[in-house]
Structure formats: C-alpha cells, structure tokens
C-alpha cells in the first residue's frame, strides 16, 4: 500500500477509535490509537500489514464447490468434514482463513446458505488483535 494512503488511512482509523474509545467501546488500545495518529510503523503494520485482496476467481471456487449442494438442498450438519472441505480447497490454493472468509461473504450476500459456525469456532481476528 503507499505510504501516504497508509498513513491517511491510520489517522483515519486512529480517529475512529478515539472516538469509540470515548464511547466506552475498546476496540484498541490506547497505544494502538496514539501510533496509528501519528504515523507509527508497528501501529500501522498492526492494522493493516495483512490486508489481501480477495480475488473473484477465489470466490467462484468456493461457490461452485458448494454448488452441488445447494442444488440437492443439503443441510449444514449433513456436508462434508470441515477437514475434507479445507483439503478440497487447498488442492485449489485456497488456505482455510481465507475459505472461512469467502463463505462468510457468500453468506452475507445470500448467495449460499451455510452456517460456517457449525464448522467449529472460526473467530476473525482484526488487525491489532481485536475479535
């Protein structure tokens, strides 16, 4: 990312927080806040040093895999083994965090119906290390 828009966007995310810090929402710490304001490398990496484009090819593998099942109408609890779906995935370059991610988004845009939770428990972590 350029180091201009990264910092702008650290000030802007460093706000946020402030704000919502004065809300009573702990969403970072205070250190956390004060390096994203001004411009603090670690801060910064914290917060956005794993951001990664998810690709639309990415997303169309995991909604043709699901495909199959949609189409027979199969129950959450009756599809494959989380661990049969993550090797499935990874065969096609796709790492569990990211297959976990993508069926969130498919969810959110009602383009399947899968409750991933039923998975297991797959918590996002944010950036600086907030759920």
Do not use: W
């Not at 909604?63 to 109408?73: D, G, I, L, Q, V």
């Not at 845009?109 to 409750?115: L, M, P």
Request: charged fraction near 30%.
């Amino acid at each position: 990312m350029d180091t201009n828009l990264t910092l702008i966007l650290g000030k802007i995310m460093g706000e946020l927080y402030d704000l919502q810090s004065r809300q009573g929402i702990d969403k970072a710490d205070k250190g956390h806040i004060y390096g994203l304001k001004n411009g603090f490398e670690e801060a910064l990496a914290k917060e956005f040093g794993e951001l990664s484009v998810v690709r639309k090819e990415e997303v169309e593998t995991v909604y043709r895999y699901f495909s199959p099942f949609m189409e027979a109408k199969t129950e959450t609890d009756e599809l494959p083994p989380i661990e049969e779906m993550r090797a499935q995935m990874e065969k096609k370059g796709i790492s569990q965090d990211r297959f976990i991610i993508i069926l969130r988004y498919l969810n959110a845009c009602d383009r399947i119906n899968v409750d991933v939770n039923q998975f297991g428990d797959f918590m996002l972590i944010g950036g600086h290390g907030e759920k």
